[in-house]
């Protein structure tokens, strides 16, 4: 081979190693411009998530916390109000049964053990009655009554107010008729819940709307 021949294939394959090295410098600024374009790349080649979505991530777990706190407080609140219709009108038929039922050989004690399940004010207008009208007149006539709650519903309850409804049968006797008499009304009872326990603010018979209104 020639001189002139070695010449021309040396400057050929020189071409080539400029050409393989000019593919890499171009590929090498593609991959760097990439890189710069404001995404970054893990090192296994995933982009990283971006600022938008971790913070709407961010938003909705803020919000499931929120709802969920909610209904967490609202379930306390059911069970609260819960609580409130069966305590409350476990005492107004309690109460009502020792408000309403005397013995006129024990009305003093009871009459005294009733007074504990009132609020003051009603408290005072109860002693009141009892012990100026009621009392005297079971003590002369030798009167009796006893009380029995046929049924019960709470009109409404709150954490420390309530009503309550009640079907009450009573039965007296008296030394001038000694035959039993037996009567039945509907009593409304209004209660207060005073340091953890429920208190009658108020015990009277029921008046329907349609009477309160002819009124």
């Known amino acids: 081979m020639s001189d002139e021949n070695r010449t021309e294939k040396n400057d050929g394959s020189d071409e080539a190693v400029v050409l393989e090295k000019s593919r890499e410098t171009a590929s090498g600024s593609d991959t760097a411009e990439a890189t710069s374009g404001g995404e970054s790349v893990s090192p296994t080649g995933k982009k990283g998530v971006p600022r938008a979505l971790a913070g ?20 306390l609140q059911d069970n609260a109000a819960e609580v409130a219709r069966t305590d409350a009108v476990k005492a107004a038929e309690e109460q009502a049964v020792a408000v309403l039922a005397y013995s006129y050989d024990k009305v003093d004690e009871q009459v005294a053990a009733a007074a504990e399940g009132l609020t003051g004010d009603f408290r005072e207008e109860y002693l009141n009655l009892m012990n100026n009208v009621i009392v005297p007149g079971a003590k002369e006539k030798s009167i009796s009554v006893q009380a029995v709650v046929q049924s019960s519903s709470i009109v409404s309850a709150e954490a420390d107010h309530a009503v309550a409804m009640l079907f009450v049968n009573t039965i007296s006797t008296n030394s001038e008729f000694p035959e039993a008499v037996s009567s039945a009304s509907r009593v409304r009872v209004e209660l207060e819940n005073e340091d953890g326990r429920w208190l009658v603010s108020r015990l009277g018979p029921h008046v329907p709307p349609s009477v309160l209104a002819g009124l």
Not at 56 to 75: E, Q
């Open 56 to 75: 709407a991530l961010v938003a909705v777990a803020v919000v499931l916390a929120a709802v969920v706190g909610w209904l967490a407080y609202g379930k």
